[in-house]
T-cell receptor, first 115, second 116 residues
Framework: GESVGLHLPTLSVQEGDNSIINCAYS??????FIWYKQESGKGPQFIID?????DKRQGQRVTVLLNKTVKHLSLQIAATQPGDSAVYFC??????????????FGKGTLLTVNP | ETGVTQTPRHLVMGMTNKKSLKCEQH?????MYWYKQSAKKPLELMFVYNFKEQTENNSVPSRFSPECPNSSHLFLHLHTLQPEDSALYLC???????????????FGPGTRLTVL
């Protein structure tokens, strides 16, 4: 899940297993959520997004689940591969009382895939 | 590749130097952003530009000076930086600037800046 301290959460899985990365968000007004993947030395790469009128969305090998009741978001990666090793972080967007949306990023989770 | 390029990829500068970071997007987007990514911290939004006009300055010190000559190019001019400014500086673009809705932001590879 997301870190509230200085340490980046880590998840270590075996190649071929499924991975689940969690994210808790705080703004109940958030209605758009994105998962990004950031490999070492690269910028964040868009993976999948979901709007609050949905609770599940599937992509290629990835599924995002949204539970608005408990303000929880998860990213499921099927048949995890070594190339999936990266930092994954979620971002939420919503109107926090102002006139414009704000995109707020979490700290991220480091996924390590063992061959 | 995401369609957003940044140069240089690495930069080392002294506190008295003046340097500039460049970002270019080939996606036909109207909004561009500068973010700072420090170790073990979430991405910090610095500036937002919409159709070349600055729409947000997130309380960034004046030693960082952005410039957006057109919707495809964004610069970050640096002068008299401090060692704590060392970080990965990321540029992003989106179709439109967040308003009543938000579009996905696509990131460049970043410039790794070290201030000595």
């Amino acid at each position: 899940g997301e870190s509230v301290g200085l340490h980046l959460p880590t998840l270590s899985v075996q190649e071929g297993d499924n991975s689940i990365i969690n994210c808790a968000y705080s703004n109940s007004a958030s209605d758009y959520f994105i998962w990004y993947k950031q490999e070492s030395g690269k910028g964040p790469q868009f993976i999948i997004d979901i709007r609050s009128n949905m609770d599940k969305r599937q992509g290629q090998r990835v599924t995002v689940l949204l539970n608005k009741t408990v303000k929880h978001l998860s990213l499921q990666i099927a048949a995890t591969q070594p190339g999936d090793s990266a930092v994954y972080f979620c971002a939420e967007a919503g109107n926090s009382g102002g006139s414009n949306y704000k995109l707020t990023f979490g700290k991220g989770t480091l996924l390590t895939v063992n061959p | 590749e995401t369609g957003v390029t940044q140069t240089p990829r690495h930069l080392v500068m002294g506190m008295t130097n003046k340097k500039s970071l460049k970002c270019e997007q080939h996606l036909g987007h109207n909004a561009m952003y500068w973010y700072k990514q420090s170790a073990k911290k979430p991405l910090e939004l610095m500036f937002v530009y919409n159709f070349k006009e600055q729409t947000e300055n997130n309380s960034v010190p004046s030693r960082f000076s952005p410039e957006c000559p057109n919707s495809s190019h964004l610069f970050l001019h640096l002068h008299t930086l401090q060692p704590e400014d060392s970080a990965l500086y990321l540029c992003a673009s989106s179709l439109n600037v967040p308003g009543a809705w938000t579009d996905t932001q696509y990131f460049g590879p970043g410039t790794r800046l070290t201030v000595l």
